[in-house]
């Protein structure tokens, strides 16, 4: 985890994802849109090469990398804002609750298991509900007809805020993506109109390496790209 030569041209390559965003939030007429740039299957240095470029959230997809990631940079990286953008499971809730934001609740239990692990560290955990727009049976997320009632279950938590939605649309060419980025930010327009405690749905997160431009013309306000960023994966230790 020291070798930070495979990385020496990660500034150069946020860099230009940074000037793709700023290009397609003008086209669109957007407000901010942030960058998390996505470190799965790459080392600790990947992720200190891109902090030290400025870039500061970062989303992880498995709740285990996450925690030794964590721990590797705490102290070379103060200011880094970690986001979890991988499925989750219950027992996983300790390592990943007081992240910068969650972005994959989908189900009443996992919502319960990270309320109570937040509850028992005096925190507030901001998350996003991952929604499955398109119904593909290998995708995560609740079902849109099913959103409302997840949203109404935050009423009964303590300590988690729901700030959004978050979408993986099937793969394909970026435009084929439209539909599903378009799908999400309609309905989430539809649903902020009806006051829930603890839901405020302000962010969209949405769009990766490929599709990121035609994700924020349809409203993100958070994308998540690594590849663009890091370049190819590497095979897990």
Not at 26 to 39: E, N, P
Not at 45 to 60: H, M, S
């Amino acid at each position: 985890m020291t070798d930070a030569a495979p990385y020496a041209d990660v500034a150069q390559r946020l860099a230009q994802v940074h000037a793709r965003i700023e290009a397609a939030r003008a086209r669109a007429g957007a407000d901010a849109v942030r960058l998390v740039a996505v470190g799965k299957h790459h080392r600790a240095p990947a992720i200190a090469a891109a902090y030290a470029a400025g870039q500061r959230d970062f989303g992880e997809n498995y709740a285990q990398e996450l925690a030794d990631k964590r721990a590797a940079l705490a102290s070379a990286c103060p200011e880094l804002r970690w986001h979890v953008i991988g499925p989750v499971q219950r027992n996983k809730a300790k390592l990943v609750v007081g992240t910068a934001l969650v972005h994959t609740v989908d189900r009443v239990p996992l919502l319960a298991a990270l309320d109570h692990q937040a509850l028992s560290l005096g925190v507030t955990q901001p998350v996003l509900v991952q929604v499955n727009v398109a119904g593909e049976a290998s995708k995560s997320g609740v079902a849109p007809a099913e959103l409302p009632a997840l949203l109404d279950a935050f009423a009964d938590c303590g300590a988690l805020r729901c700030v959004g939605l978050m979408t993986m649309p099937p793969a394909g060419p970026a435009e084929s993506a439209r539909p599903h980025f378009r799908a999400l930010r309609q309905l989430r327009d539809r649903l902020a109109s009806t006051a829930r405690p603890q839901v405020e749905l302000r962010e969209l997160s949405m769009g990766m390496s490929d599709d990121l431009e035609v994700a924020i013309e349809e409203g993100a306000t958070l994308v998540r790209v690594g590849t663009a960023i890091f370049g190819a994966r590497a095979v897990p230790a």
